[in-house]
């Protein structure tokens, strides 16, 4: 029989296939890019419009935090409640 042939046309069909390490890593690279752009798109829609929200400070007086927007927006009120 020939089966030193049969091996060597076995190995023509799978490269004539693109099935190799090259093939494989440019489909998962695709893949992860693909993911990575669509979370970025995601995450630039979704994301709070207002750039403070996020932003704390320790409140004066006080053991624990508050957000700043607020405290910058009226301290004058800030520390007549907290004379209360």
């Not at 669509?38 to 053991?63: C, H, N, Q, V, Y």
């Not at 935090?65 to 409640?81: G, L, N, T, V």
Request: net charge positive; hydrophobic share 35%; proline share 6%.
């Amino acid at each position: 029989m020939n089966s030193g042939k049969g091996a060597a046309s076995s190995k023509t069909e799978t490269e004539d296939e693109g099935i190799n390490g090259t093939g494989i890593a440019a489909a998962i690279g695709a893949v992860a890019g693909a993911a990575l752009l669509a979370w970025g798109i995601g995450s630039a829609l979704f994301s709070s419009p207002e750039p403070d929200a996020g932003k704390t400070m320790k409140a004066p007086g006080r053991d624990y935090r508050i957000p700043r927007a607020d405290f910058e927006r009226d301290p004058k009120s800030y520390f007549k409640d907290l004379r209360k």
